[in-house]
C-alpha cells in the first residue's frame, strides 16, 4: 500500500528514470522508506547503504538531466547477496567469521553494475557461506518470507529473493550452487536464473563449490530478469572458468514467440517427495502452455536419481578446500586468546568463526576427499556427474527444454527442518541437477497453494538462456499471482 | 563394486578435525559424529551406480589454455592489509609457530 | 671409485623459480619482489582474499615447456592442476596449486635426463609447476620466537619442481648435477639462480643399503654437497657402529652445519589432493610444442660444442666454460676481444677458479672487464711475457682491477730476449757456479739448475728458449 512507484515493472521504470518522468533520488528514498518499514519484519538486509545510495541517485538525475547517457540499470536500487564482494562495504558472507571483513575490491558482477549506473543499495542475507536451503543458517538470524512471516524464505539467497518480493529493491543479485536461487524465487514468488556455468564471472564471489556455483540475477518479472542478465553476463579475464563465447543480449529478442518448442517433462523430478500442490500447479502450467500449441512429452533422466548425493559430496568436499583460507591471519575472526601456538589458534577461530552447519559441512568434505575415502566418494561422485551430464545432452536432443517443479514443498515453517539436516537437503532434489551438468535453470511464479507460492523450473541446453526467458515470458503472460495474498509483497 | 559402509568413529572425527583446524568439545564430537554417519549413511546409495570405465567431470565444459599476460599491474597493498587483524611494520603478524 | 662409496644412493627433490617471469603464476602481482619492503607485491589472489581467483601465466607455460625439452623430458598433452590441501602460516589459501600424478593427473612433464661428465645418466621422474608460499621469518630462532611474521611478497612465485630418481652416487656428483641444471636453466634465460631464495633442495640419501633419510631446508647448491656430505658421514659411522638408521625427515642447519632430526610426528601428512576446479586443463599440441622447440635458446652442451670449434677450446675447457651462463657469456665477449681465444680459455677455465675458490669472491663481483683478460691473453701469446710472469700479472690485476699493460710497465716485467744481455747474465751465473758447469756436460739436471740460476738473476723475465740456447752454446764452447 506504501507507493506505486515501486509497483512499476523494472524495465519500464528505468525508462522512465532515464526520460526523467521519475527521478532515481525519489525512487531510491521510496525504497529506502519500504526498506525501514519492511526491514524489522523479514530481516533481508544485512547491511543497508543509505547516504551514499541518495548521493548517486542525486548524482545520475542531475547528469540526466545534463543530457547525458546513463547505462542500463541507471537509477535503480539493486541488492546484492552478501558472498558477493562489493569495495569497502562489509561483506559477510553470513557468518561471524567475516562479520567485520571489508572488501578490498568489486566483485566483476559489482562492477558491471557499477558501469551501468545501478545503485547498489544494499548487501543481502543468506544462510552461511551459501551453505543452506531456508536462510535459516546466518548468524545474523533468519530471512522470513514476506509472504508468510512463520515461513522460510528459501535458500540461500533468501535475503536477494525476500527483498524483492517485498519491495526492498529493484533487483538483486544471488548466487546459485544447488539451487540457492531457484529455492528462494519459488519461495518469494520472484524470477531467479542459474546462468549457465561459466556464463557469469565469479571473479568476487566468495566461493562454496567452485565447479557448481555461478551468480545469477533475480527480479520481479522476466523481462528485468533478462535485462540484468545481459549488463552482468559476459567474459571475464580474471575468471579462467569464464565462458568466452559472446554473451547474447537477451533483451533484444526477447518479443520473439519460440515456435516448435519442444517441451520434455522429465518422470525423475516428480517423485514422491514431490507435494501434490505442487505437482498440480506445474502440470496446469504444462497445460497451458500445451494450449498455446507447444508440445509436450514426458522422458527420464535415469541418472538424476543420484544427483542429490553426487551433488553434496562435491559440493561439501570443494567447500572443506574453499574454507580452509578462514583461519584468522589476513582477516577474520579471531579469538582473544594469545601465546598459543598457530595450529591451536587457527582451530579456535575457525572452531568459533564458523556455524554449525558450515562445521559440518567441512567435516564431511574433508572425509569425502581423505585418503582412501577419495575413490569411494568424491570420484565416484565426479563420475556419476559424467552420468548424469550424459542424460540431459541425449535429452536435449529431442527437446529444447525442460520443466519442473522448482522445490519439491511449499514454503515450511521456519525452525521446522532445523533438527535434521537430511531432511533439509532433500529439498534440493530438483535443484541440484542443473548445477551438476552445467545448464542453466530459471525458476519463475507458477502458482500459489494456501496462499504460499510454488515455483517452476525451466531448464535449457548449455547458453541457451534464451529459450529460458522465451518460455518464460509465455508463462508469465498466462498465469496470475495474486500479490495481495502476501503479508508483505503489496505496495 | 558395493562397498561396505563403514560409520565413522570419534577417533575418526577427531583425526578429521585435526586435519579441518576445528577445535570441537566432546560434545561437538558426539554430535558431528551422529549427523556425519547419518549422512554417509545416505550417501551410500552411489555404491549402486557401475560407473566403469566413466572418466570424472572436473570441468563441466571444454574451456582449455586460459591463459594471461606476464604484465605486472601496479599493486594497492594498502587496500589489502586493511583487514589484518595483527600486523607489525607492513608484517603479518601470525601466531608462534611452536 | 671405492667400494664404501658405490653404496651411496642420493636422489634430490628441486624447487626453481622462474625468477625471469615479470609476474607470479597465477595473478599478475610483480614478481621483483626482493628488497621490497614486505606486503609490497600482493593482489587479492595471491593473499587469498574471499573472492579471488587464478588464471595461469603465458610465458610460465612456455618457459615450463623449454626447462622440459632442454633436460629431455617428455611433455604431457593433457594437464590439469591440482590442490594440496595443508594449513600453514605461508599458505594464503592453506592450499597450495600445484600438479599430481593420480586421479587422472598428470605432471608437467615425465622421464628426463641429466648425462654427468662421467657418463652416468641420471633420470629425473617428473616436472611439474607450482606456486611458491610465502615467507616466514621470527624473532630468534622458529623454537623461541614469540611471533611468527609473515610476508607475502613471495607467495605465488612460479616454481618449478623436478624430482630425481635415486640415480647420484656421491655428494659431488649431486653437485655436479645442481650446477648443470642451474647452467642449463640460466643459458634458457628463466632463472638466474644466483638470485636469493631462487632455488629450495630436498635430498634423499641412503647408505650401504640402509634406509632413507630425508634432508629438507636446504638452501643453495653448496649447501647441498654440505649436508650431504654431513649426512654420508653420519650415516657411515653409525652403519660402522652396527647401528641401524632409522628412516626419517632431518633439517639441516646451515650455521652449525649439521643435520637435525625433526622429532616431528611421523604420521603422514594427508594432503587430500583434488582438481583445482578454478583452472581449466592445458593441452599442448605438437604445434605448439614444436614452436617452442624451434625458439630455444643456445644449450649449455650445444655451446660446450661451439666452443671447441670457433675459440679451438679443448674440450676440457670449453666444459669448465659452459658450468656458468655468466662465465661462458663472458669468456666469449673475451674471445672476441682476442687474438688468441685459447689463452682466453686457459685464463678463465684454469687460471681464475683457484683464485675465486681461495678468495670466495665470483667474476661478477670483480671489476675487470673482458678487455683486461683479452690484454693479457695477447700479451702471453705474442710473447711479451713469460708465463711465469703472466702469472704475477694476473694476480696482481684481479686484486687490483689495472690493465695488465699498465701492470706491465709499473713493474718492469717485459720478457728479456735481448741476446747480448743474455749472454752477460749467462756468463755471469757459469762463473759463480763452477761445480755445476762440469757436471753439466755429463748431467742434463745440471743445465736446469743453472737455467734455474739465470731466471732467478733476471726474475724471471727472461725469455727461456734463449736462455737455454745461450746455455748449450756456452757449454759447447767449454
Given at each position: ?23 532515481s ?29 541518495l ?41 561471524r567469521?567475516?562479520e567485520?571483513?571489508v572488501s578490498?575490491?568489486?566483485a566483476?558482477v ?13 548487501k ?8 543452506g ?20 524464505s ?50 568476487g ?75 498440480k ?17 514426458k ?8 544427483a ?38 587457527f ?6 568463526g ?88 530459471i ?15 525451466i ?33 | ?14 583425526h ?6 576445528l ?25 549402486d ?11 563441466v ?38 | ?16 623459480q ?28 595471491c ?34 592442476f ?17 600438479q599430481?600424478?593420480?586421479a587422472?593427473?598428470v ?228 674471445s ?47 710473447g ?44 755471469k ?50
Amino acid at each position: 500500500m506504501v507507493n506505486r512507484i515501486l509497483d512499476i515493472p523494472v524495465w519500464e521504470i528505468v525508462k522512465k528514470i532515464a526520460n526523467q518522468e521519475i527521478s532515481s533520488e525519489e525512487y531510491i528514498s521510496k525504497t529506502l522508506e519500504r526498506i525501514q518499514k519492511i526491514e524489522p519484519k523479514i530481516n533481508a538486509y544485512i547491511t543497508v547503504i543509505k547516504e551514499a545510495s541518495l548521493d548517486k541517485a542525486l548524482e545520475l538525475d542531475k547528469q540526466i538531466i545534463q543530457g547525458k547517457t546513463v547505462g542500463r540499470l541507471a537509477g535503480l536500487p539493486i541488492a546484492i547477496k552478501d558472498s558477493i564482494c562489493v569495495k569497502n562495504i562489509k561483506t559477510t558472507c553470513g557468518s561471524r567469521m567475516l562479520e567485520n571483513f571489508v572488501s578490498p575490491y568489486n566483485a566483476t558482477v559489482a562492477e558491471k553494475i557499477i558501469q551501468e549506473d545501478g545503485i547498489i543499495i544494499g548487501k543481502t542475507n543468506l544462510d552461511e557461506f551459501a551453505m543452506g536451503t531456508s536462510t535459516e543458517h546466518s548468524y545474523f538470524g533468519a530471512t522470513r518470507n514476506p509472504w508468510d512471516s512463520t515461513k522460510v524464505s528459501g535458500g540461500s539467497s533468501g535475503g536477494s529473493a525476500a527483498a524483492l518480493a517485498s519491495f526492498e529493491a529493484a533487483l538483486a543479485l544471488g548466487s546459485d550452487t544447488g539451487g540457492s536461487i531457484r529455492s528462494p524465487a519459488s519461495f518469494c514468488s520472484v524470477v531467479g536464473l542459474k546462468p549457465t556455468y561459466g556464463a557469469v564471472s565469479r571473479f568476487g564471489l566468495v566461493s562454496y563449490s567452485n565447479s557448481l556455483e555461478q551468480i545469477g540475477p533475480i527480479a520481479r518479472d522476466i523481462q528485468s530478469c533478462a535485462l540484468f542478465m545481459d549488463c552482468i553476463g559476459g567474459h571475464d579475464i580474471r575468471d579462467s572458468t569464464s565462458n568466452n563465447k559472446v554473451p547474447e543480449q537477451f533483451t533484444d529478442s526477447f518479443e520473439e514467440t519460440p515456435k516448435n518448442l519442444k517441451i520434455g517433462i522429465p518422470n525423475e523430478f516428480f517423485g514422491e517427495g514431490i507435494q501434490e500442490e505442487v505437482q498440480k500447479s506445474v502440470w496446469n502450467v504444462v497445460h497451458k502452455l500445451e494450449g498455446l500449441g507447444f508440445h509436450y512429452e514426458k522422458t527420464n533422466l535415469p541418472m538424476v536419481k543420484y544427483a542429490l548425493p553426487a551433488y553434496y559430496i562435491i559440493a561439501m568436499s570443494e567447500a572443506s578446500s574453499n574454507l580452509a583460507r578462514y583461519d584468522g591471519l589476513r582477516y577474520g575472526f579471531n579469538v582473544p586468546e594469545k601465546n598459543l601456538n598457530w595450529n591451536t589458534i587457527f582451530s579456535k577461530n575457525r572452531r568459533n568463526g564458523f556455524g554449525k552447519e558450515v562445521r559440518q559441512r567441512i567435516m564431511l568434505g574433508t572425509y569425502t576427499l581423505s585418503a582412501g575415502y577419495f575413490d569411494q566418494y568424491y570420484l565416484k561422485a565426479q563420475k556419476i556427474r559424467t552420468l548424469i551430464k550424459q542424460d540431459f545432452d541425449k535429452v536435449f536432443k529431442k527437446f529444447d527444454i525442460l520443466l519442473a517443479p522448482s522445490m519439491p514443498i511449499i514454503p515450511f515453517t521456519m525452525g521446522e527442518k532445523l533438527k535434521d539436516p537430511l531432511a533439509l537437503y532433500m529439498c534440493d532434489v530438483n535443484t541440484v541437477p542443473a548445477n551438476l551438468a552445467g545448464i542453466p535453470s530459471i525458476s519463475i511464479p507458477c502458482g500459489l497453494s494456501s496462499g504460499l507460492p510454488i515455483g517452476i523450473q525451466i531448464m535449457g541446453p548449455p547458453f541457451r538462456e534464451d529459450l529460458l526467458f522465451k518460455t518464460g515470458r509465455l508463462i508469465e503472460e498466462n498465469v496470475t499471482i495474486d500479490k495481495s495474498a502476501g503479508e508483505f509483497t503489496n505496495v | 563394486m558395493k562397498k561396505t559402509y563403514q560409520p565413522i568413529s570419534e577417533k575418526d572425527v577427531s583425526h578429521l578435525a585435526e586435519l579441518a583446524r576445528l577445535e570441537l568439545s566432546r560434545k561437538d564430537v558426539t554430535e558431528i559424529r551422529l549427523q556425519l554417519n547419518k549422512i554417509l549413511d545416505y550417501f551410500k546409495m552411489i555404491d549402486d551406480v557401475d560407473t566403469e570405465g566413466v572418466s570424472p567431470t572436473y570441468h563441466v565444459f571444454d574451456l582449455v589454455n586460459i591463459l594471461r599476460e606476464d604484465k605486472p599491474h601496479s599493486p594497492k597493498p594498502k587496500d589489502l592489509l586493511e583487514n589484518v587483524p595483527k600486523k607489525k611494520d607492513r608484517y603479518i603478524k601470525a601466531p608462534r609457530m611452536i | 671409485m671405492s667400494n664404501e662409496t658405490k653404496k651411496v644412493k642420493i636422489g634430490l627433490e628441486v624447487h626453481c623459480q622462474l625468477t625471469s617471469l615479470k609476474t607470479k603464476l597465477f595473478c599478475n602481482s610483480p614478481s621483483d619482489y626482493r628488497r621490497k619492503p614486505p606486503n609490497t607485491n600482493i593482489c587479492p589472489v595471491c593473499i587469498g582474499t574471499p573472492g579471488s581467483l587464478p588464471v595461469l601465466n603465458r610465458n610460465a607455460l612456455n618457459y615450463a615447456a623449454m626447462v622440459a625439452l632442454a633436460l629431455n623430458f617428455e611433455i604431457t598433452p593433457h594437464m590439469l592442476f591440482f590442490r594440496k590441501n595443508y594449513f600453514y602460516p605461508d599458505m594464503s589459501k592453506n592450499f597450495q596449486i600445484t600438479q599430481y600424478d593420480r586421479a587422472g593427473g598428470v605432471p608437467f612433464a615425465l622421464n628426463g635426463y641429466i648425462i654427468l661428465d662421467n657418463g652416468k645418466k641420471i633420470r629425473m621422474g617428473r616436472m611439474q609447476l607450482e606456486e611458491d608460499p610465502a615467507k616466514i621469518t621470527y624473532d630468534g630462532t622458529i623454537e623461541s620466537s614469540s611471533e611468527t611474521y609473515v610476508d607475502y611478497n613471495r607467495a605465488g612465485i612460479s616454481l618449478i619442481e623436478i624430482v630425481t630418481e635415486p640415480d647420484l652416487e656421491s655428494p659431488s656428483d649431486a653437485r655436479e648435477f645442481l650446477n648443470k641444471l642451474s647452467s642449463i636453466l640460466e643459458h634458457l634465460n628463466v632463472s638466474d639462480l644466483g638470485q636469493e631464495g631462487s632455488v629450495r633442495c630436498d635430498a634423499n640419501i641412503s647408505y650401504g643399503g640402509g634406509k632413507r633419510v630425508e634432508i629438507k631446508n636446504i638452501s643453495s647448491f653448496k649447501e647441498v654437497e654440505r649436508a650431504l656430505n654431513f649426512e654420508m658421514t653420519r650415516q657411515k659411522s653409525l652403519a660402522s657402529k652396527g647401528i641401524s638408521i632409522s628412516q626419517e625427515t632431518r633439517h639441516w642447519d646451515d650455521i652449525r652445519r649439521i643435520t637435525i632430526s625433526l622429532r616431528l610426528k611421523e604420521e603422514e601428512q594427508d594432503y587430500r589432493y583434488f582438481p583445482e576446479a578454478d583452472l581449466v586443463p592445458v593441452s599442448l599440441s605438437k604445434s605448439f610444442i614444436e614452436e617452442i622447440n624451434s625458439g630455444m635458446p643456445e644449450l649449455p652442451k650445444e655451446r660446450e660444442k661451439r666452443f671447441q670449434q670457433e675459440y679451438h677450446h679443448s674440450s676440457e675447457i670449453a666444459r669448465v666454460l659452459v658450468k656458468d651462463k655468466f662465465l661462458a657469456d663472458y669468456s666469449e665477449k673475451t674471445s672476441k676481444e682476442s687474438i688468441d681465444p685459447r689463452e682466453v680459455g686457459i685464463l678463465l677455465a684454469v687460471n681464475l677458479p683457484p683464485f675465486l675458490n681461495e678468495t670466495g669472491k665470483n667474476l661478477k663481483s670483480l671489476d675487470i672487464t673482458p678487455k683486461h683478460f683479452a690484454e693479457l691473453a695477447d700479451m702471453i701469446s705474442k710473447g711479451e711475457v713469460s708465463r711465469r710472469s703472466a702469472k704475477a700479472i694476473f694476480l696482481e690485476m684481479l686484486k687490483t682491477g689495472l690493465t695488465p699493460r699498465n701492470i706491465f710497465d709499473k713493474k718492469g716485467l717485459g720478457v728479456i730476449s735481448d741476446s747480448k744481455f743474455v749472454e752477460d747474465i749467462v756468463e755471469k751465473v757459469f762463473k759463480d757456479n763452477p761445480i755445476a758447469v762440469k757436471d753439466a756436460a755429463k748431467d742434463p739436471k745440471a743445465i736446469n739448475f743453472l737455467l734455474g740460476k739465470i731466471m732467478q738473476e733476471t726474475r724471471g723475465r727472461v725469455d727461456p728458449s734463449i736462455a737455454n740456447k745461450l746455455v748449450k752454446k756456452q757449454l759447447s764452447e767449454q
